[in-house]
């Protein structure tokens, strides 16, 4: 594996320097950028976002051997695999009464339908069918769970013929990697095996992976993994000391554990022998069943608390749009998602409008709009307030996005917090007006116009 940490020297506000390992393609896979005047970011960031009313990856690269976009996805083997859009279909189609020609639904949407299975409790790739023909619609079919072949009903106009599956190796591979070894906390990257190496976040290396959260501060925080609370481990010994957390056989470790917020245990080692006791209303009690599954020791002797990381905005030049940064006292230090809009002094993230423009918008993660809230008891007087998302801070811009529905996408200014009673209506019904408890809840005011925002282009290397 060729490990490539490279430096860029990035200045900030009072002329500090902020290294930040940069990004690059490789022969194979390309990235794109979007260029803020000047600001260039990667469109590539790990995981999945609130867009335009779905969850999507927006992770993407575009693989220039097969000339298509992928996303790095993790398959049933283990293995990442840069992997194109794909249908996941729960019920097989076939358009035959012999159940032997595999087509989709849904042509015009996907070119490829993916098989998947569950592994350790996640969704995961497995087969990779491209459509090779559209044809008109003709009845369908699926198997039964009993192997028979049966009609299924089906209102498509057109049907997708799909082809033989693709072979493993005609997706590129992706390694993820963290570092220096040894430090609390770490870079994560990616390393394709045609020496693409891009940043992706932070790794906690007692705890794995974390995110860049606010609750006050800015914090390192792991995803929540498996439990430690005394009730849902087992034990090794009668005095229920020891505690062990259950996975399934063959799924591995957890990254980490946890008790009362803000409260991480760490993973010790695999037991060698299924432990027989659990703690029940309080009480360590012999357990009459010997549980299956592999168990791995949570170390609750030594607990631990999430990192606090600074966080900064860059200053280059007369810039309107500032990338942001997340640094460690380790030297640790993470270009953001999120960028900043000096003009507007608000934090945004790329994305793309519907008209076709890429804005530097507000993130549709970060607030929402509080939608049938009143503010008297007779639920007569509406008010526009919107709820800050758990693990964000306050912005100063909220999105609302109901294009799918019709709406159109808007933004307003946030306003002060609303610290009054809201009420809607609930009950039997939906007929009775009643307080329901809401938190971080701001006023809304005016709607900001598309043309405030910043404008970029998207770029590929």
């Not at 009072?14 to 930040?20: H, K, M, V, Y």
């Not at 957390?245 to 063959?250: D, I, L, Q």
């Not at 938190?439 to 910043?454: H, M, T």
Request: charged share 20%; net charge negative.
């Amino acid at each position: 594996m060729r490990a490539r940490w490279l430096l860029l020297l990035v200045l900030v506000g009072c002329g500090d320097d902020l290294p930040t390992r940069d990004a690059h393609s490789g022969t194979r896979l390309r990235l794109s950028w979007f260029d803020f005047d000047g600001t260039r970011q990667w469109e590539e960031q790990e995981g999945r976002h609130f867009i335009d009313g779905r969850f999507v990856n927006t992770e993407t690269y575009f693989d220039s051997t097969r000339n298509e976009p992928c996303a790095p996805e993790p398959w049933l083997d283990g293995i990442t695999r840069c992997t194109p859009d794909v249908e996941l279909i729960d019920t097989k189609r076939y358009a035959d009464s012999a159940c032997t020609m595999r087509v989709t639904e849904n042509p015009q949407l996907f070119k490829y339908v993916g098989d998947y299975d569950d592994k350790c409790s996640v969704r995961r790739v497995w087969h990779v069918l491209p459509v090779v023909a559209t044809v008109p619609h003709t009845e369908l079919f699926y198997r039964a769970a009993d192997g028979k072949c049966w009609p299924a009903p089906s209102s498509s106009a057109y049907i997708g013929v799909l082809g033989g599956e693709l072979p493993y190796d005609t997706f590129a591979t992706i390694d993820t990697a963290h570092g220096p070894s040894g430090d609390r906390i770490q870079m994560r990257y990616r390393e394709s095996d045609d020496g693409m190496v891009l940043p992706i976040g932070l790794y906690d290396g007692k705890l794995g992976r974390a995110d860049v959260t606010y609750f006050g501060d800015y914090i390192a925080l792991p995803p929540v993994v498996a439990s430690g609370q005394p009730d849902t481990l087992f034990y090794a010994d009668a005095a229920c000391t020891r505690g062990y957390v259950r996975v399934e056989s063959g799924c591995g470790a957890p990254a980490n554990a946890t008790g009362d917020f803000p409260t991480y245990y760490a993973i010790g080692s695999r037991a060698p022998t299924p432990p027989t006791y659990a703690r029940s209303f309080g009480m360590c009690m012999p357990l009459a069943n010997t549980p299956d599954g592999e168990f791995y020791e949570v170390l609750t002797q030594a607990p631990l608390q999430p990192v606090i990381v600074s966080h900064s905005v860059a200053s280059v030049g007369t810039q309107r749009v500032q990338l942001q940064f997340a640094s460690t006292s380790g030297g640790v230090t993470l270009r953001l998602r999120e960028l900043y809009d000096t003009l507007l002094a608000t934090d945004c993230v790329p994305r793309k409008f519907p008209d076709d423009v890429y804005r530097c918008a507000p993130d549709q993660a970060a607030a929402e709009l509080v939608p049938g809230a009143y503010s008297d008891p007779s639920c007569q007087t509406p008010i526009e307030i919107a709820q800050i998302t758990p693990g964000h801070a306050p912005p100063r811009l909220v999105l609302q996005d109901r294009v799918l529905l019709g709406g159109g996408l808007k933004i307003f200014e946030l306003g002060a917090p609303f610290t009054d009673v809201v009420y809607s209506f609930g009950g039997s019904g939906g007929t009775t007006c009643g307080p329901f408890v809401i938190d971080d809840v701001y006023r809304v005011g005016r709607q900001v116009e598309w043309s405030e925002l910043a404008t970029a282009t998207l770029e590929a290397d």
